[in-house]
């Protein structure tokens, strides 16, 4: 069974400070972990992913995510907040060789300014 | 860019009407996908296609029907709606499906009222 969970609903910070957003996953093969963002009353898109190798990844924005296999985790930060980046963020899970995606709860991130 | 469009934007029918949900994508992608989204449940895929005529069952596909007419088109239709319908309706498309990571493009979503 495949699972994404992201334990915090809603995050609020202020504009400036730093945010990091979980993501925990459970399945055992080879996996694509993702994070999309939705801005309200938009579609999702793409930030960025992870398959192999260095276990940071970079993706628009400043927004970066970390992989880690002995966590289970891949965690979303950014080190200086903006008030466009308030949205909906998803973390999402894709087995190797299958295209469906899994998607976690979703986690509203807040900015205040 | 990728662009996914969708119609109508907002919809509201009764228990028991007969509602389609359209989307289009101009990517050339071979593949599209309908998800609903609910509070606390993500994006959950309802079906999918990898071409003109093919309709793939996703997770959630009880009381829905859809028809992918061209590689652009892919329809959702609900004959028989019910309150529980009542979602935010996404359309997506990439263009691969096995090895090899491919991003989704979405539209910009359906919201369906069913009262």
């Known amino acids: 069974t495949q699972t994404v969970s992201q334990s915090d609903a809603h995050v609020t910070v202020f504009e400036g400070d730093s945010v990091e957003l979980r993501c925990n996953y459970s399945y055992g093969g080879s996996i694509y972990l993702s994070w999309y963002i939705q801005h309200h009353g938009r579609g999702l898109q793409f930030l960025l992913k992870y398959y192999s190798g260095n276990p940071v990844v970079q993706g628009v924005n400043g927004f970066e995510a970390e992989f880690s296999k002995s966590d289970s985790s891949f965690h979303l930060r950014k080190a200086s907040v903006h008030w466009s980046d308030s949205a909906v963020y998803f973390c999402?899970?894709?087995?190797?060789?299958?295209?469906?995606?899994?998607f976690g709860q979703g986690t509203k991130l807040s900015i205040k300014p | 860019e990728a662009a996914v469009t969708q119609s109508p934007r907002n919809k509201v029918t009764v228990t028991g009407g007969n509602v389609t949900l359209s989307c289009r994508q101009t990517?050339?992608?071979?593949?599209m996908y309908w998800y609903r989204q609910d509070t606390g449940h993500g994006l959950r895929l309802i079906h999918y296609?990898?071409?003109?005529?093919n309709l793939q069952i996703g997770d959630v596909p009880d009381g829905y029907k859809a028809t992918r007419t061209t590689q652009e088109d892919f329809f959702l239709l609900l004959e028989l709606a019910s309150p529980s319908q009542t979602s935010l309706y996404f359309c997506?498309?990439?263009?691969?499906w096995g090895a090899g990571y491919a991003e989704q493009f979405f539209g910009p979503g359906t919201r369906l009222t069913v009262l």
């Open positions: 990517n050339s992608h071979n593949y």
């Open positions: 997506a498309s990439s263009d691969a």
């Open positions: 296609s990898y071409g003109a005529g």
């Open positions: 999402v899970l894709r087995n190797y060789n299958q295209g469906k995606l899994i």
